[in-house]
């Protein structure tokens, strides 16, 4: 299945090794779900991450950009032909809606649901990290 990573869950597994967020980064790569990536959302969670406020104790800049090269190397890189905006409230929200619309994704992950209400009206499901660890772990039929 295909999916999206909100930065809001990069972010959380920068920060704590502890939560549902750092447990989906760290089972990377998975055969379960495919991460899809647009140049859009690459450059948000490059930009994000390098903030100071978001980098973790140790951690230079340079190691954000490997880390998040990483993921670009395991993600699938997806073009984007069609503009959805403005469809969210913010501009970087439809960033990642407009890259889970073009890879046919099943849900965006995302510590922010309420900012991806109306996803649902284009058939992608907004879930928390916590709630996406949940779907993994449910027996397939």
């Known amino acids: 299945m295909n999916v999206v990573f909100d930065t809001s869950v990069l972010v959380a ?5 502890q939560g549902a967020s750092y447990a989906l980064v760290a089972s990377l790569p998975n055969p379960h779900f495919q991460i899809c990536l647009s140049v859009a959302v690459y450059t948000e969670w490059l930009s994000v991450l390098s ?3 978001h980098l973790p104790p140790g ?3 340079d190691m954000v950009l490997s880390f998040v090269r990483y993921l670009a190397s395991l993600a699938r890189l997806q ?3 069609f503009l959805w905006r403005p469809f969210l409230r913010d501009p970087d929200d439809d960033m990642i809606l407009e890259c889970a619309v073009a890879a046919a994704c099943t849900y965006i992950v995302t510590h922010n649901v309420k900012d991806f209400r109306r996803t649902e009206e284009l058939g992608i499901k907004a879930i928390t990290p916590a709630e996406f660890l949940h779907i993994l772990k449910e027996p397939t039929t």
């Open 59 to 61: 951690v230079s800049p």
């Open 13 to 17: 597994a920068a920060r704590s090794r």
């Open 79 to 81: 073009d984007i032909h």
């Open 51 to 53: 903030r100071p406020e």
